[in-house]
């Protein structure tokens, strides 16, 4: 079992940046694939995953925050980031960390809420 839990969110003017921490316990997270996902309030669509890091250390991130938004670990603290720059009103979310594994473990944080707005 993995229990994460998301902070750093908040309000940041267009621009800005905002550096999201996911804490995990349970587990050493350094056996599982880690990500960000997000779903803005309100909206239909599942939650969209937007940066992801695997155990193996391969990246990936989708088109709308690549060059932007960067996902790290510290495996020694058991904790995952999302570093996210040039914040744009779209950002505005519920951020979310997952982590998984290539088995049937998959773990969902309770989120964390990012607005962008001047």
């Known amino acids: 079992q993995v229990q994460l839990v998301e902070s750093g969110g908040g309000l940041v003017h267009p621009g800005g940046s905002l550096r999201l921490s996911c804490a995990a316990s349970?587990?050493?997270?350094?056996?599982?694939?880690m990500a960000w996902a997000r779903q803005t309030p309100g909206s239909q669509r599942e939650r969209e995953h937007i940066?992801?890091?695997?155990?193996?250390?391969?990246?990936d991130y989708d088109d709308s925050v690549k060059g932007r938004f960067t996902i790290s670990r510290d495996n020694a603290k058991n904790t995952v980031y999302l570093q996210m720059n040039n914040l744009r009103p779209g950002d505005r979310a519920v951020y979310y960390c997952?982590?998984?594994?290539?088995?049937?473990?998959?773990?969902w944080g309770q989120g964390t809420q990012v607005t962008v707005s001047s």
């Open positions: 997952h982590a998984y594994n290539d088995g049937w473990e998959d773990y």
């Open positions: 349970g587990s050493s997270i350094s056996a599982y694939n």
């Open positions: 940066a992801g890091l695997t155990a193996g250390g391969r990246y």
